[in-house]
């Protein structure tokens, strides 16, 4: 008996020691390979490689899904390439590493960059500075304070930013900036001050220019904006195609005419995309012939771009100039830019009375977008700018709604032409069809609702929907109105008005909210302070069923329109 239990011993001990090593040989084998794969992945990092280094990194999580050192050079390669996942990786190494700054600052400013501000400033609030890191703490805080508009404490943070570190001059810029924007001038002093400290510094003299021509416009401080616009892009330091662009729209908009030419001889490195952009901004302002005139001075250096060719298509277009048009689409060679010719040619064709012709430009141009989802957004937008094509381009958008292509985009334009006719039926009916099509999109299943409220049909199957929606976003303004618009149309308007009583001062403030509001007040009794809220809402543009739901109200206290 006591020789079988010491064999069965011998064998356990024989089965755990074999257990232990064959573990022990697999995990030496994973920590070789995640020891190779992290040193292949870090040559290509030193390459700045990173398509291969990511791959490398991957394998090493696959082995060991904790591995901190990998998770920082994804994240690291996530923000270097605009990653989408970049926010994921920033997460994974907050994780990992709870109580690093760089991860937490990594984090928060990630979040703050997607408009993200409460989760920004709740990641701020756990992050514990160190001597050499407080100025970028504090500025971080300033960036966040000032994206929620609150310049008090954005002031604050950035005076503590300039505290830690006083000789940053771009920390400097930046309490300039928040003044100006606060609009409290009454210590104009340091206003002042911090002005001529930075106008000493060459280094700092474009970017302070910049921040008072924002200044100056803000205020619509035209002339002012002009002087500081013209010392920037006279300077030429990198100036960016936007800030050429508003230059060019100051001087036209002040009637600058004499400046126009030396502004534009003054372009030294005249881009096809600069180029393109300046004379749409002299054809839109009226001077189509300027226009062709500066594209022609720069046609031998332009004249193979496609940007170019553009341009001059598009100021003849403008200027109706329909024979030197045509003649000039058919001239050059528009390669994956041929459906923009035929639709030049068709409008061109259309102007003259030439029906034959423009049905068949037309469909040329509709065939060879209808497998490009860019080149259809592109040829839409093109006959919105268009007079007397409003039938084709309702077609379109409705065309690209029927096969799903943009569906959101298509409907977001449809849906704002409708609202301007104040066609509710339309409205609705574009919806439906929508809603098939992008289900998951909950703007076009508010709208749905609403609509259908509005024109009364399926009351109780739309405060199911509602209710659905409210409870998925309770926190959210518009579906929170949504649901107290159909309890309102069920009979329960003292629900409709606790929900709307729920709501901040912010969310009132919408010309839309507050109609809604004024129009439960009324209901329930409250007439002065319906009448109150309905003076909020007059930039609002209602439809016909909307303000037929208030008009008795408004004729009882003689508000009528």
Known sequence: MLGSLKRIFLILTFISVVIAVAYLAVYGYNEVKIRRFSAIAASYVEQENWEYAKYWYIKVLELEPENLEAVRNLTEYAALTNDPDEINWWREWVYLEPNSYDALY????????????????????????????????????????????????????????????????????????????????????????????LSSDDETKDDLWRVLIEYSLARNELEDALNLSRSLVTRGEEITL??????????????????????????????????????????????SEQAIEFLKSNENQMQDSLSFQIAYADALNLQENWGELMVYLLDKDWEHLSYYKYALLARAHKALGQTVEYQKNWTEARQLTRKNIREQYRLAQLLGSWENWQSEWVGMLQEMIDIGVQVPWAYDQLHRFYHEELNTRQLLTLSIKANDRAPDNDVIRNNLIMYSLLLDQDIDLQLAAARELYEEYPDSVIPSATY?????????????????????????????????????????????????????????????EEYNLIKKHLTNVGALQ
């Open 484 to 544: 107290a618009f159909a309890l309102h149309k069920n009979g329960q308007t003292l629900e409709s008005l606790k929900i709307m009583q729920s709501l901040d001062a912010e969310a009132v403030r919408i010309p839309e909210i507050a109609f809604y509001y004024a129009l439960y007040e009324f209901e329930n009794g409250d007439a002065q302070a319906g009448q109150r809220l309905y003076q909020q809402s007059q930039s609002a543009i209602l439809l016909t």
């Open 242 to 287: 936007d800030e050429y662009v508003r230059h060019l729209g100051l001087v036209l908009s002040l009637e600058r005419d004499e400046e126009i030419l030396p502004y534009l001889d003054s372009i030294d490195d005249v881009s096809p995309i600069l180029l393109e952009e300046i004379s749409n901004v002299l054809s839109k302002s009226g001077r």
């Open 106 to 197: 990594g984090l928060a400013a990630t979040l703050l960059e997607r408009g993200d501000l409460n989760e920004a400033q709740s990641i701020v609030d756990k992050m514990v500075p160190g001597p050499t890191q407080r100025a970028g703490y504090h500025n971080l805080s300033t960036a966040i304070a000032l994206e929620m508009e609150d310049f008090e404490s954005a002031e604050d943070y950035s005076r503590k930013a300039l505290l830690a570190s006083p000789d940053n001059v771009a920390l400097r810029l930046n309490l300039l900036s928040i003044l100006l924007r606060k609009g409290d001038l009454s210590d104009t002093g340091e206003v002042n001050r911090l002005v001529e400290e």
